[in-house]
């Protein structure tokens, strides 16, 4: 709790780091937050959409969630954005 407070503190004093926001969807996931998960995530891809990590994160997210087919397409995005990678 304390970890996201502080990552929610910090993007509500203008922080806009990917990877705050993908640090702050994992906290949401460990309580089972998923649509909160999720909106963070998407903005980390948002602000960083090169960075295969966020898709890869997305995915897990929803597997761990049993919501195959929106990781499906999140994979399906994570190869469009990075065709060579060995992560996506």
């Not at 203008?14 to 998923?34: I, M, P, T």
């Not at 903005?43 to 960083?48: C, G, H, K, T």
């Not at 995915?59 to 195959?68: A, D, K, S």
């Amino acid at each position: 709790m304390e970890s996201q407070s502080t990552l929610q503190q910090l993007v509500a004093a203008g922080d806009r780091e990917a990877k705050v926001f993908n640090l702050l969807s994992w906290c949401y996931h460990r309580q089972s937050l998923l649509l909160e998960s999720v909106a963070a995530m998407k903005q980390a891809i948002e602000l960083e959409p090169a960075a295969e990590i966020n898709y890869d994160h997305l995915v897990q997210i929803l597997l761990e969630e049993r919501q195959y087919s929106d990781a499906y397409e999140a994979a399906k995005t994570a190869v469009e954005v990075a065709p060579d990678s060995c992560q996506a």
